[in-house]
């Protein structure tokens, strides 16, 4: 995946994964409900996703569903954060992560058999 998702894109992308198939016209109104954004900001955004193949269109409806599932732009995001901020340590990330936030018995199993199972 070469193209950046950018915040706003982000955003517009979190309304696609949670309901898609969707209209461009429902995607706006629950822009508008939860962001604020009037439709033509919504569809302006919607066009910059389609034109960098995030999401498909089609009519009729301007039925929107992603091509990228959000388990990609999460792995994608966080291999672009782990270069450009921790120089590619995953440690350094991770210490990061870990180090102001205590976990709970139960989270630390979870990342002992994410790491395990590696």
Same mark, same amino acid.
């Given at each position: 995946m070469k193209e950046k998702l950018f915040d706003s *894109? $982000? &955003?517009?992308? *979190? =309304?696609?994964? &949670?309901?898609?198939? =969707?209209? $461009? &016209? @429902? =995607?706006s109104l629950i822009a508008t409900e939860t962001i604020g954004w009037n439709k033509n900001t919504t569809y302006t955004v919607i066009k910059k996703l389609e034109s960098k193949g995030?999401? &498909?269109? @089609?009519?009729?409806?301007f039925i929107c569903t992603p091509l990228v599932s959000q388990s990609q732009m999460q792995k994608t995001e966080a291999t672009s954060l782990l270069k450009k901020v921790f120089g590619g340590s995953r440690k350094a990330l991770f210490s990061a992560l870990l180090e102001d936030e205590p976990l709970s018995d139960e989270e630390i199993n979870e990342l002992r058999k994410l790491i395990d199972n590696r």
């Open positions: *894109e $982000a &955003k517009v992308m *979190e =309304i696609i994964w &949670k309901n898609s198939p =969707i209209s $461009a &016209k @429902e =995607i995030f999401i &498909k269109r @089609e009519d009729p409806g």
